[in-house]
């Protein structure tokens, strides 16, 4: 196994599978925290682009700043590719939507659409057993039926 190169995933070949294949959108980046969620993304079959694996997530509290994450390779792409999106599927955490405020804040310059994945009430979920925040956020992230 190795890391590759491009995106940060890990594979047996250099650039990985998933860089290497062409008829995935080279126009579009999901940003993933590690190769697990990368992985999670790939079973659910709802992406066909391309990824950027963080390495981790900003926090303060463990001093991970971002020099310790892969941000710079990411703006790089986003600068030098051509990019359409970028879509930030990090964590509905405070650590999660840190990062994803920098990213963002880092992305703004690159000419690129930034977009979060939506949140809120899970498909089959019932609302007495959700949590406050998740109910919040489903409420905020509303559209039309």
């Not at 790089?76 to 879509?87: K, N, Q, Y």
């Not at 963002?104 to 659409?113: I, P, T, Y």
């Not at 919040?136 to 559209?143: E, G, I, P």
Request: charged share 20%; with cysteine; aromatic share 4%.
């Amino acid at each position: 196994m190795r890391t590759c190169s491009v995106c940060g995933s890990l594979d047996t070949q250099d650039p990985c599978a998933i860089c290497s294949d062409q008829s995935r959108d080279a126009s579009l980046i999901c940003v993933v925290e590690e190769v697990g969620a990368l992985w999670a993304m790939e079973r659910a079959v709802a992406f066909r682009g391309r990824y950027h694996v963080l390495g981790g997530l900003l926090s303060a509290l463990d001093g991970v700043g971002p020099d310790a994450l892969k941000i710079g390779p990411l703006v790089h792409r986003a600068e030098a590719e051509a990019i359409g999106e970028v879509i930030l599927a990090l964590p509905a955490t405070v650590d999660g939507q840190t990062t994803a405020h920098y990213l963002a804040e880092r992305l703004a310059g690159a000419g690129v659409s930034v977009t979060m994945l939506a949140r809120g009430v899970p498909v089959g979920g019932e609302l007495d057993w959700l949590d406050d925040g998740t109910i919040n956020q489903a409420m905020r992230a509303r559209r039309p039926a």
